[in-house]
């Protein structure tokens, strides 16, 4: 699901900004962009953000900023200069020492002490107002989708409900097929009568292969679950999308086990109706 969120947060002199953008995903992508040096804070954020969402591809936006963190590097660079000209001493090379890259080498290293730690809680609480920001985006954006996700249940159940009642016809129907068959037959080959016996053992057989009322009543009963799975606080993609799959696996089964066209057709829609639920909730947590 889709959303973004902006969040500011300063501790002890270090000012963090955090942006957050979240789009369409099937599984959790997180991606933290940080100043040199923000490692720390960087995973930090990555942590939360994973206790907070379960989906979505995440990409994350930090900038730090203060006096804290300043001090701290430009009181790193002075050692680190030192520890050269001792290096460069002992190798007896007259080759200069780039400031500019001594203090780009200690940016990278991260801020250390009081700075990195005011950074990196800054940075999670920036996180958190963020997040915040994106959670309702996406719970307004879920409310919709919710509607018309049930919206389109409401359409699975009816071809369901159709199913159920084409399959019964059939199976009162099935008898009288069987016999006006075995008449033409009877009629093209000139053999008559036939066995009254195997053509009852026949139809015996013939109904229990296309019996499809285990099938049917599967499907209902994954409807019935699927809607109490929307109707539910809790997160409903992943048992959502199995519960679709199921449903696509019974339809299957009973158009193979029915060999009628009407049902065929039936399923057809029905399969069409739930790819396009499955592929919703493949976006939702």
Do not use: W
């Not at 920036?126 to 879920?142: K, Y």
Request: hydrophobic share 45%; with cysteine.
């Amino acid at each position: 699901m889709t959303g973004y969120g902006r969040g500011t947060a300063e501790r002890d002199g270090v000012r963090a900004t955090v942006e957050i953008r979240t789009l369409n995903h099937r599984h959790l992508d997180v991606r933290v962009n940080a100043p040199p040096g923000g490692a720390a804070p960087a995973a930090a954020i990555e942590r939360l953000v994973r206790e907070r969402l379960s989906r979505g591809r995440v990409d994350v936006v930090l900038l730090a900023e203060g006096e804290a963190l300043d001090r701290e590097r430009f009181a790193a660079v002075a050692p680190a200069y030192r520890a050269l000209e001792r290096v460069r001493a002992e190798l007896g090379t007259g080759a200069p020492i780039d400031l500019g890259a001594v203090l780009l080498a200690v940016t990278l290293g991260g801020a250390g002490g009081r700075g990195g730690e005011a950074c990196t809680a800054a940075a999670t609480a920036a996180a958190a107002r963020a997040l915040d920001e994106v959670d309702r985006m996406r719970v307004t954006e879920g409310e919709a989708l919710r509607r018309q996700l049930e919206e389109r249940l409401d359409r699975i159940a009816a071809r369901v409900a159709e199913l159920r009642e084409r399959a019964a016809r059939l199976r009162e129907a099935l008898p009288g097929r069987l016999r006006e068959r075995m008449e033409l037959l009877a009629q093209a080959t000139g053999v008559r009568p036939f066995d009254e016996e195997r053509l009852r053992q026949d139809l015996a057989l013939l109904l229990d292969r296309s019996d499809v009322g285990e099938e049917t009543e599967r499907l209902a009963c994954h409807v019935s679950h699927l809607r109490a799975t929307l109707a539910s606080d809790g997160a409903v993609g992943r048992r959502g999308e199995f519960l679709a799959l199921e449903v696509l696996r019974e339809a299957g089964t009973l158009a193979a086990k029915a060999q009628d066209a009407e049902v065929s057709r039936c399923v057809s829609e029905l399969r069409a109706l739930v790819e396009q639920m499955r592929e919703q909730l493949q976006n939702v947590e």
